[in-house]
């Protein structure tokens, strides 16, 4: 699971607990002017993941970690996609952020909002 917020002019996400391991990240910090917007999105986790690297994939457990799809890098970490958030970015790192979060409706309205004020 993650946990979204926001700091000043950037989107912060912590990764939390054993994810840290399976994404191989703790913490992404992103410029709100890079973030286009978010969607609760549960069916997400239907959709290819290309290919990780590194990360890790265990169909139906947990997807955590970087992977490669049509050109683009999607940071996922995601282990119940009814909790799914989806971040789209205009960032050179990556092009999405797929994370699990305790309130889906909550994260997408702070992210949202915080863009919408970028």
């Given at each position: 699971m993650a946990n979204v917020s926001i700091d000043g002019d950037n989107l912060i996400v912590e990764i939390e607990g054993l994810d840290k391991l399976w994404a191989l990240k703790s913490r992404l910090v992103i410029?709100?002017?890079?973030?286009?917007?978010?969607?609760?999105?549960?069916?997400?986790?239907?959709?290819?993941?290309?290919?990780?690297?590194?990360?890790?994939?265990?169909?139906?457990?947990?997807?955590?970690?970087?992977?490669?799809?049509?050109?683009?890098?999607?940071?996922?970490?995601?282990?119940?996609?009814?909790?799914?958030?989806?971040?789209?970015?205009?960032?050179?790192?990556?092009?999405?952020?797929?994370?699990?979060v305790s309130d889906p409706r909550a994260t997408v309205a702070l992210v949202e909002g915080a863009a919408a004020a970028n």
């Open positions: 410029p709100l002017a890079n973030v286009r917007g978010a969607t609760a999105d549960p069916g997400i986790s239907r959709e290819s993941k290309g290919f990780r690297a590194p990360g890790t994939h265990f169909p139906g457990i947990i997807t955590a970690g970087t992977f490669h799809i049509h050109g683009d890098r999607v940071f996922w970490d995601v282990h119940d996609a009814a909790k799914a958030v989806v971040i789209e970015l205009a960032d050179k790192r990556y092009a999405r952020l797929v994370v699990e």
